[in-house]
Each structure stands twice: as C-alpha cells, then as structure tokens.
C-alpha cells in the first residue's frame, strides 16, 4: 500500500468475528486511525455486540453500533427471528440470508465515514468461501465504491482484504499480522453463542474449524 495511505483514517465494519477482526488489525497496520462500526439487527446479535465492543476497547478504537433492527422487519430469517432455525440447504441460499444486508450495511459505513472524516472503509466479505450472498461479491464491492462516491461525493475506498483469500488464509493472515492468538481466543463466530473455537456444531464453527484445521496442518509442515 502507498505510504500516503497510512496518514488517512479507516472505517471498519466490525462484527467481533474471525473475518471483521483480522480486517481491523489489518487496517490497524495500514491506516494512521481507525475506528469500527457494529449493526445491530437482531435478538441474536446481543452477544456478538458485546464481544464486538471488548475488542475494540482492548484495542483501543473507537466503537459505533448502528441500529439495523429495520432488516428483521423487511426480511425475517434465522439472524433477527428467533424462531427461525439455520439451516443451509446444499446449492441454496442459508437461512441467515438477509437480502441487501451488505449493501445497506456498506453504505451506512460510508454515511458515517463521510462524517468522522475518514475515506478508507474496510470490510471482511469474501467471494472465495461463496455463502451465496451476491452482494458480497468483488463485482458487487466494485460497483457500490463508484456508487457512493457520486452519491456523497467523497472518494471513499472500500478495502476488502478477504475477498480472495479462503478460511485457512484468513488464519495465516491473521497470524501473520500478530493476531493469532487473539483472534482464536477473543472472536466470536459461533451461531450459538459460543466463544472462541465456538460449539463445534453449527455450520460458522465448522467452516471456522475446517480452515483452523487446514491453516494449522499446514504451518506445523512448514515448522518441519
Ligand atoms: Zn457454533
């Protein structure tokens, strides 16, 4: 990244998971200032917020959560209703899908960004591990950057650190930045709540311990 860069402030969208943590250290490394922005959405979220809010205070950010309970009332599914169960049927979308979720996330960030004077927002989507969210994709990313720039006219940059890397880069570059341990022990992933290597259950534990698993084999081959 071009020196400049590191005089300028970030925004990051930030979950308190695998993904949005390893992206706010990651901006840490890039970027003078950062803070982060959490949405809230849903009676599932409560935990997450919280541990959201302990990493930043550890880390020393500024932390924002942005009411989005809205999204339960568009479009009910298993993260803001209760009563809903995940599931992920094979070639369908989850049941955690929200339509447009990432797209009015993307451009609430930019709303406040604009406003905290900062023209970096950062973001953990990922096209590798495709969930089956179009607004996720590079393409989408892309897109919606030219979009808002015109619609405020500010030259944001959305940065998305994880868009071509799987779960197991996801490790290493975690581990490469000096966060190992603390995104393994202080992230939580888990649909059920369940901090750090979470419940082992749940389709989030088992795709975050199917890429530990891999990143983990494949550093002790290269310790050997
Ligand atoms: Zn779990």
């Known amino acids: 990244m071009y020196e400049m860069l590191k005089q ?19 901006a840490l490394q890039q970027f003078q200032e950062v803070e982060t922005v959490t ?39 298993a993260l803001t209703r209760n009563d809903i169960e995940i599931t992920h049927e094979e070639g369908g979308l989850p049941s955690t899908f929200v339509d447009g979720r990432n797209l009015l996330f993307l451009s609430f960030a930019a709303v406040m960004a604009k406003q905290v004077g900062a023209r970096h927002i950062v973001t953990g989507v990922c ?74 259950e749940c389709p989030a534990c088992k795709l975050r311990k199917a890429g530990l698993d891999k990143y983990l084999a494949e550093r002790e081959g290269a310790e050997n």
Not at 69 to 77: A, C, F, I, V, Y
């Open 39 to 77: 949405f809230h959405y849903g009676q599932r979220h409560e935990l997450e917020i919280e541990c959201a809010a302990a990493i930043a205070k550890e880390l020393g950010v500024k932390h924002t959560v942005l009411d989005m309970s809205l999204l339960g009332q568009l479009t009910p599914n």
């Open 127 to 200: 096209e590798t591990d495709f969930s089956g969210y179009p607004d996720c994709r590079d393409v989408f990313v892309k897109s919606l950057n030219v979009t808002i720039n015109l619609a405020m006219d500010h030259e944001f940059v959305i940065h998305t650190p994880l868009m071509w890397i799987d779960k197991a880069e996801t490790w290493k570059l975690a581990d490469d930045l000096g966060a190992f341990e603390f995104v393994r022990e202080k992230t939580l992933t888990c649909y059920n709540g369940v901090m750090g290597d979470g419940c082992g």
């Open 8 to 26: 300028e402030k970030a925004v990051v969208v930030f979950s308190g998971g695998q993904d949005s943590t390893t992206c706010l250290f990651w």
